[in-house]
């Protein structure tokens, strides 16, 4: 006899196991291993790929979960839940409206909750009201700009660069990152890709009006201009579906019924020939284009190729239609290169970096610049986001020397780009950070300050404001050094799924940026009797040495104490001149002068806590003499009083050291895209008034924005 409590049975026997799995992942927060962090999110993730059926009884759950948000006053727990279900909905199929209804409630009751809550769940918001109005969109809009398939009504076009840094990925480690990140995952042919697209978009939008069984058969026998051509009826059906809102709903589902019924039409009549495999619906991970950053230039070198690919891409297109010379003038033209018939035809980056000459700023272009860092704040306004055709995701791994290095070329290219537009126009920068470390993070002791604190300092602040940033990133440094065992103690060269599925997620859901505020240096050598100064910024931390005198603590520090005692008078350190602007919590200015005797100087970047919410500079004196003690500035110059010099190392990375230095000046690092100069102020300016306005409430200080999943400025 047939039981109609069965189906509810099995129902809940589910739900109640996904609720089960969804507080694991949410107890893992607070977890202290960090070698299993970021599993049981990736397993619930695999569950829902081998099980689509399940989707809707986790959406039920993770609504149910954020519900009890504002009744357990438990905030750390919704942007795990928030960026779980949007990742949940968008690899989905088919969700009934009263349960889209429900997730629309629930999210525009957490917009009273505070930043950064408020701001992910607005986020969250806008992606389910278009995929309650146009259901699937947000999959395919994701996979043409992932897998670049080519259409001409959604043109956005994403590549992921992951810049690994040699100091930790050399030899076998490399290799096997390598091999996980670009071998794995089945990276499928486009028609493949297409037909996957349009499978989806179906089963999304006619729900149990499509019977997927049948349509993959179909799709299995079409040729690859059926495919394509459904393909694009499926694309131009999405985008227009999203112009009109929600009075284009019932006209976007009569489409996809045509669509789908013209498929198993066409699939009756087409010979009985396999064209490819029908890939999962599955959303494919990304293709990862991975190196060794050996140069610094190497960043700005693929970033230039992606952007003028895409324009000579774009010019052949033009010249297919008609042989006019006009489009690849133009482009030349704002090159603005003297020798045009030279211009290189492979190596694409140096058409970049040799001009001869710079001619003033377009007040536009400044803009463009302006509308960039506007852009980076997390709280930022939608309307205000100038939405670029390429994206290219920027993904560093390494420690604190890798952020050290980021910083010195993401500054380079603010200041190239604030005196000739090249990639911001086209492109949209998104940085990304995975922290893996060569050495242990070692404990300094209190009265050692110069001695190293590790070099994971950065990655432990952004674990701190963001702890699910903590569990599925930080959590990536314990994992990949055990790569190269891994692959040498496997027969065969398996790739690892899970570094890939976490990049992809990290990829996709990380969107809020954190801002680490930068500081410029400026450096005064001597050598030979000759001064040179030298420009250059850091994010984390400068250490300035005295050699001899180190090397004498070091000695003293292993005699006895009276022995040490007797030696301390006649050798304590060098005499440095040091001036600074103490702050205070009434934000006043006062600048002060001392004059102690060290052996070494650290000087650390600190987030925001009491100091007025300030970002700020702690200085710490290493001497033997105890009555010297921290100092919390923004803006200090040290220099010494005698015949001696001392070595700087910037971002505790050896490769920038600089030695016989006699004088450095440190200050907030202003943004160089940030002025907009006299000569700019035109009819233009006037005309933008109302655009320009925003501007003023910016920081002029440079900050590096690097994407969580929470986002905060520091």
């Not at 049981?40 to 519900?67: A, D, F, Q, Y």
């Not at 994403?158 to 040699?166: R, W």
């Amino acid at each position: 006899m047939f039981d109609p409590t069965a189906g509810v049975d099995v129902s809940s026997a589910v739900e109640s196991s996904l609720y089960n799995s969804v507080q694991a992942v949410l107890r893992e927060l607070n977890s202290q291993s960090a070698s299993h962090k970021g599993m049981l999110r990736w397993t619930l993730h695999k569950k829902m790929e081998s099980n689509p059926s399940n989707t809707v009884s986790l959406i039920r759950v993770l609504v149910r979960e954020l519900g009890k948000v504002g009744r357990t006053h438990c905030n750390m727990h919704v942007i795990p839940l928030l960026h779980t279900l949007s990742y949940v909905v968008i690899q989905s199929g088919a969700i009934p409206n009263s349960l889209y209804q429900r997730v629309y409630d629930c999210l525009r009751k957490l917009l009273i909750l505070p930043l950064p809550y408020s701001a992910v769940a607005l986020s969250n918001l806008r992606s389910i009201k278009m995929e309650m109005t146009t259901p699937g969109a947000l999959y395919q809009r994701r996979v043409i700009a992932e897998q670049n398939l080519k259409n001409e009504h959604f043109t956005l076009r994403e590549k992921v660069f992951v810049l690994a840094d040699p100091a930790v990925f050399s030899g076998p480690l490399g290799a096997a990152v390598r091999a996980d990140l670009e071998m794995a995952g089945p990276f499928a042919d486009t028609l493949t890709q297409e037909k996957a697209v349009v499978l989806h978009m179906l089963q999304a939008g006619l729900g149990t009006a499509c019977c997927s069984s049948t349509l993959v058969q179909a799709l299995q026998v079409l040729g690859e201009h059926a495919v394509q051509k459904y393909f694009q009826e499926v694309v131009v059906a999405v985008e227009q579906s999203i112009e009109h809102g929600a009075v284009g709903h019932v006209g976007y589902l009569n489409r996809l019924q045509h669509i789908y019924r013209d498929i198993l039409t066409a699939s009756k009549g087409a010979a009985q020939v396999d064209h490819g495999s029908v890939c999962s619906a599955a959303m494919p991970t990304p293709e990862i284009n991975f190196l060794l950053w050996h140069n610094e230039e190497d960043l700005w070198n693929v970033l230039a190729n992606f952007a003028l690919g895409t324009d000579e891409e774009e010019e052949d297109k033009r010249d297919s239609v008609q042989s006019v010379d006009s489009g690849i003038e133009k482009d030349l033209k704002d090159l603005d290169l003297d020798d045009k018939e030279q211009l290189p035809a492979r190596n694409l980056a140096t058409a970049f970096t040799r001009r001869p000459a710079l001619k003033s700023m377009k007040p536009a272009d400044k803009l463009t610049l302006m509308r960039e860092k506007m852009e980076a704040s997390p709280s930022s306004s939608p309307l205000l986001k100038e939405e670029r055709s390429l994206t290219a995701r920027v993904v560093v791994m390494g420690d604190d020397r890798v952020l050290g290095r980021l910083t010195k070329v993401y500054r380079s290219i603010r200041e190239r780009e604030s005196k000739h537009l090249i990639l911001t126009k086209k492109l949209n920068l998104q940085l990304y950070y995975i922290p893996v470390t060569d050495a242990e993070p070692s404990l300094s002791s209190p009265g050692s300050p110069c001695q190293d604190e590790g070099k994971l300092s950065l990655a432990s602040l952004l674990g701190r404001v963001d702890p699910w940033y903590d569990s599925n990133i930080n959590s990536l440094g314990a994992v990949i050094p055990k790569l190269a065992e891994m692959h040498s103690a496997s027969n065969h060269s398996k790739p690892n799924l899970f570094l890939l599925d976490t990049l992809s997620y990290y990829l996709r859901c990380g969107t809020q940026p954190v801002n680490l505020p930068l500081y410029s240096v400026k450096i005064t050598r001597s050598s030979y009797n000759v001064s040179s100064t030298v420009e250059e910024v850091f994010v984390s931390r400068l250490q300035a040495d005295f050699p001899e005198f180190r090397q004498l603590k070091e000695m003293l520090l292993k005699e006895s104490s009276v022995r040490r005692k007797r030696k301390t008078v006649q050798a304590f350190g060098a005499v440095v001149s040091v001036s600074y602007k103490k702050i205070s919590l009434s934000r006043r200015e006062v600048v002060r002068g001392m004059a102690p005797t060290t052996c070494g100087v650290v000087i650390t970047a600190e987030s925001p806590t009491d100091i007025a919410g300030q970002d700020y500079l702690t200085v710490s004196f290493d001497s033997m003499n105890p009555g010297y003690y921290t100092i919390q500035t923004q803006n200090v110059s040290i220099r010494t009083l005698e015949q001696r010099t001392f070595t700087v190392c910037l971002d505790k990375d050896s490769r920038r050291t600089y030695n016989d230095v006699q004088r450095i000046e440190i200050s907030p690092c202003l943004d160089p895209g940030y002025s907009l100069q006299s000569s700019g102020r035109s009819k233009f300016a006037v005309r933008n008034e109302q655009e320009l306005a925003p501007s003023k409430c910016l920081n002029r200080v440079l900050s590096l924005p690097i994407n969580t999943f929470s986002g905060v400025t520091l």
